[in-house]
């Protein structure tokens, strides 16, 4: 659980909350002039709702729509946005050894009938390896994206709220805006100060003790994010369906990097990773640092951060 500390209702910071992209965002600007704050979240919205139609499956007209559905057949031509976003994706993937990861695969019109288990199991890790982000061909002298696998989509969701998220900040610093802070779901971004001219600083607290804040971080001009084990019920072992391996005993994640697109990518894969392959990535990273809790509420931190 997060919660924003010394953010207190005063005569310069304005606030809007809006629902966008399947969340709540919660706009907090410090500034002198309400009329001027409002309608510079207003745009900000404005930012994030193009965002929300560029990367959205939903909209046929998407280049994620359009690659998805030549898939195995031929390479697209995309914007050069949403080009970046890939290119930048695959990198995350390849960091964290595939464990985050755009690509997916979409069920097949086969009839299994009587097919041994073990021909099914090794029939599931031909299609696993055919649509993971390893068959994501990238040109970037032609701008085209082509999954090699008919079977193959890819999907932005898991960064798509956080770079929405920086985009709307960019939009907000273009018009003059300082300092804020934009909270969406169990993320948020900031930067400048905050009305007393301190820095931003959160608190972060077990889901299961809310009034318990275990640690206190200045994250001006950072962002951050959190993601909760909703796996694991009643302490039994719970099992990936998507790897077929025990879900890790990590019970929450908190990543903190200087976007919200990396902050919210780099969550899920410290479950997939474990605490020790997790840290040790973090801890090569010099922009990037992370606290984890385990199921017997034991605290972890990364080398860039002092509780």
């Known amino acids: 659980m997060l919660a924003v500390k010394n953010l207190t209702d005063t005569k310069t910071t304005f606030s809007r909350n809006a629902r966008l992209m399947g969340t709540g965002f919660d706009f907090k600007l410090v500034t002198d002039n309400p009329a001027w704050a409002l309608e510079r979240i207003e745009e900000a919205i404005a930012e994030i709702s193009r965002i ?9 007209d998407s280049s994620i729509s359009q690659i998805n559905r030549n898939a195995g057949v031929a390479p697209v031509r995309v914007d ?18 595939g464990t985050f990861d755009i690509a997916y695969g979409i069920p097949q019109n086969e009839e299994d009938g009587g097919v041994a288990v073990a021909t099914k199991t090794k029939a599931l890790k031909k299609k696993i390896s055919l649509t993971n982000y390893t068959n994501i061909v990238l040109n970037e002298k032609k701008q085209t994206v082509f999954l090699k696998n008919k079977a193959m989509r890819i999907s932005l969701s898991a960064i ?10 960019v939009v907000l610093q273009m ?3 300082s300092s804020g802070v ?10 400048g100060l905050q009305p007393d001219n301190t820095s931003w600083t959160v608190g972060a607290a077990d889901p299961d003790k809310a009034e318990e804040v275990y640690a206190q971080m200045a994250i001006s001009n950072m ?15 719970q099992i990936n369906n998507a790897t077929g391996f025990p879900v890790s005993a990590i019970k929450s994640v908190s990543v903190l990097a200087p976007t919200a697109e ?44 002092q509780l």
């Open 262 to 305: 990396m902050a919210g990518a780099m969550t899920a894969p410290m479950f997939s990773m474990g605490i020790n392959t997790g840290l040790y990535m973090a801890n090569k990273l010099n922009q990037i640092a992370c606290v984890v809790i385990d199921d017997h509420e034991r605290v972890y931190t990364s080398k860039h951060i």
């Open 182 to 191: 934009i909270l969406f779901g169990s993320d948020m971004l900031t930067w």
């Open 80 to 97: 050069t946005e949403t080009y970046k976003l890939i290119d930048r994706a695959l990198q995350i993937s390849t960091l964290t050894y």
């Open 160 to 169: 798509g709220r956080g770079y929405a998220a920086d985009r709307a900040k």
């Open 223 to 237: 962002a951050l994010s959190t993601s909760y084990n909703t796996i694991s019920i009643n302490g039994q072992t």
């Open 52 to 60: 929300e139609k560029l990367l959205s499956t939903f909209n046929e």
């Open 175 to 177: 018009q003059g805006v």
